[in-house]
């Protein structure tokens, strides 16, 4: 839920950092707010445990400077992975405007990422929202470890596809980020939709700025 | 429903926002008063200006405000329509507006909490009509922020070149 003020000209929008435990969407987070000035962020709160496992979410506000004398400004939030911390999880995601959906690669936590996913849609759904028409990113982490899963597998598992029925939106669209594949494309007949997906190291900080990139251009899209 | 609808306000309801806040302040000798958006978004603050990062806080309110309407409903109340946060010297009172928007009521010892409940109830019917009429107008008319943002892309570009 984007929040124009016409009075103090600011446009803001939420932007959620989901996916299962130990994913990586913290250090998503505290990766953005180390490399961006302190001029354009504000305080980073987190929400954890003595463990530094999030309790109840971590929270940063980063501006992305004044477009048509609207101050824009993004509330980064992540939602705790773990499984039985899913009413504060839920919690996080009201009002919404753009998901990023951090994968962990290794091959061990794809069942994680499934079920992590299906939370996702389900959460969303009990909300009112189809997660297939708001902005929606998916991000592979940790693509540097040697168990990390083939991203052909991790595409079939989590990113399958979803039909699209609306006449005007079945054309082919290739991704513009992976030459020789679409977000948007018939098979065997039927029109089918993905998420833009990028992958990362987010303890290095790879691939963290392109997917935030990503989810707030699709944001700001929905607002022009 | 594709998402959660946008909502925007104009300057005559600020005004009119402020001018309720503003009252209540005097009448209740509470020191500042926050408008904050149940996503966690600040809309407004009003009085003393705070000495504390009002971003942050505004998120943690609707946090507070969120996972207190949960345990509600727990305890078999559909809701609690107002918290009290009581400190030595400095306390929040906490109260909904139109189940879209949280006041936030910073009050010191000058001003007591049978007062501040008091006088707040009367400023929360009044914020109550005003946000009604603004969502009920919003509801009508979402394509007023048609084209406001193009060529945002290109400045976001600019920002993580």
Known sequence: MSMINYASREINCKLVY????????????????????????????????????????????????????????????????????????????????????????????????????????????????????????????????????????????????????DATQQKATPDAAHPGESLVERVGGEWIGRAPYHEAVAVRGDGVFDTLKAVSKLVLKTLS | MTGAASWSFSENDFKQIQAHLQGFLRDSSARCALLVDRTGQLVATVGETPHFDPTAFA??????????????????????????????????????????????????QRATLGLVKLKAKAVVENLNKVFEEMFNRVGTGPAQQKGLLEGAEDEIDKLFG
């Open chain 2, 59 to 108: 998120s943690l309110t609707a946090a507070d405000f969120s996972a207190n309407d949960q345990l509600a409903k727990m305890i078999g109340e559909a809701e609690f329509a107002s918290l009290v946060h009581q400190g030595e010297k400095e306390s929040m009172y906490l109260a909904d507006i139109a189940k879209r928007v949280i006041l936030v009521v910073l009050f010191d």
């Open chain 1, 18 to 165: 989901y996916g299962p435990g130990l994913g990586g969407k913290t250090t998503n987070l505290e990766h953005i707010y180390g490399k961006v000035s302190p001029n354009t962020r504000g305080k980073m709160i987190s929400l954890a445990t003595e463990t530094e496992r999030t309790l109840f979410f971590d929270f940063l506000p980063v501006d992305l400077g004044t477009i048509r004398g609207f101050k824009t400004r993004f509330h980064l939030y992540t939602v705790p992975g773990q499984v039985y911390y899913n009413a504060s999880r839920k919690l996080i995601l009201k009002g919404v405007d753009g998901i990023v959906f951090v994968a962990d690669s290794q091959l061990e936590r794809m069942e994680a990422n499934v079920e992590s996913m299906q939370n996702l849609y389900d959460n969303m759904a009990e909300y009112g929202y189809d997660l297939t028409k708001i902005p929606f990113v998916i991000q592979y982490n940790k693509r540097d470890l040697p168990n990390a899963a083939p991203i052909k597998d991790l595409q079939a598992a989590i990113n399958p596809g979803w039909p699209i029925e």
